[in-house]
């Protein structure tokens, strides 16, 4: 099986990035959803707590008690509990699922400030408001997301206003229904970096903190270092001649004598399948034929090979984005941190 290398100076340099836009540590909140972007929740969650993260943004109920001795808030975004927890908070989704929670559950409300995907709508606030006092619910919050954020439209702005309304619409019903003041937070990382004047109560960073984020020129930001890379092990060599084709199907056909060898990793562990044939990694060598469930053969014969060490560069060649990349890699892949 293969193995994933986490470089902590990376991810601690992106973490010194994002702290000067968000203007202080304690505002950013890491996004540790789906294994933490494949990286590994607890590796992840460990050494964030070291460099000084107190708030992480999960999934699932069950990544927020793995990652609970970790961080002093923990927001949930897409799950509802059975039992309250003083340092895990949810999200309303929309107004009837309000009546699910548990009484005295900590919840943040979503807002659709236009996405259209989860949230509940401006003019729906007072109803919704109305409803979580009566289901005894402690409101902490109000956020939204941002559909555009890294693409070099106005759709950021016109969000970015909506939610500024529902803001001030908030803050006097908290008053009128007796709640404590709100936090509020809109930013992912690509809305974080577009907003200079960022003075909300926390940011929700993903893919900035992993340093696999690709926004157009006039939004780039420099020095951001990719915390993840991935190894294989060599199972087997062998010397094939001109012509000989390697693999499934025989795709794979070399065009001059060479040594082959058989890694030990695949789809199986998540490696997009679609790389086949072609792909070259960071030192470029080039893979040969289909990969299989645990095999993959490249030109080379080297012991360890580097398979990326950006999910960018999977991503451009596979035509997608580093976060299915990312997330593709199985939890039971080895995670060790360098
Ligand atoms: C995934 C997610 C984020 C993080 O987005 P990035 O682009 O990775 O920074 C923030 N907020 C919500 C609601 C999300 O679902």
């Known amino acids: ?48 707590k070291e460099y000084g993260i107190k708030r992480a943004v999960v999934r699932t109920h069950r990544e927020a008690e793995i990652a609970e001795s970790f961080f002093s808030y923990i927001l949930v975004l897409g799950d509802i509990p059975t039992m309250v927890s003083k340092t895990i908070r949810y999200t309303i989704n929309d107004l009837e699922s309000i009546d699910k929670f548990p009484k005295e559950t900590r919840v943040e409300l979503k807002i659709d400030s236009g996405m259209h995907r989860n949230g509940i709508a401006i003019d729906e606030i007072e109803e919704a408001f109305i409803k979580i006092k009566a289901r005894g619910l402690l409101l902490e919050g ?3 997301h941002h559909r555009s954020a890294d693409e070099l439209t106005s759709e950021w702005f016109w969000q970015k206003k909506n939610f500024e309304d529902a803001k001030r619409i908030a803050k006097e019903l908290a008053i009128k229904y007796g709640f404590a003041p709100l936090r509020f937070h809109s930013s992912n990382s690509a809305a974080l970096f577009r907003n200079a004047s960022f003075d909300e109560d926390m940011a929700r960073v993903g893919i900035a903190a992993y340093g696999c984020m690709t926004l157009p020129k006039p939004l780039h930001v420099d020095g951001f270092k990719p915390v993840l890379s991935l190894w294989a092990k060599k199972l087997s060599s062998r010397k094939l001649k001109s012509h000989q084709r390697v693999g499934y199907g025989g795709d794979g056909e070399i065009l001059s004598d060479g040594v082959v060898s058989n890694y030990d990793f695949g789809y199986g562990e998540g490696f997009l399948r679609v790389c086949a044939n072609g792909y070259k990694t960071p030192e470029g060598i ?4 289909r990969i299989s469930m645990d095999n993959s053969s490249f030109l080379s014969s080297k012991d360890k090979l580097l398979i990326f060490d950006s999910a960018l560069h999977v991503a451009t060649y596979a035509s997608t984005i580093s976060y299915e990349v990312l997330t593709s890699l199985k939890p039971e892949i080895k995670r060790e941190i360098f």
């Open 142 to 144: 109000l956020f939204t």
């Open 1 to 48: 099986m293969a193995t994933i290398i986490l470089n902590k100076n990376n991810f601690f340099n992106n973490l010194d990035i994002i702290a000067k836009y968000s203007k202080s540590v304690d505002k950013i909140a890491l996004v540790l959803k789906d294994n933490a972007y494949g990286h590994g929740l607890v590796e992840m969650s460990s050494m964030a």
């Open 286 to 289: 080039e893979l040969i034929g």
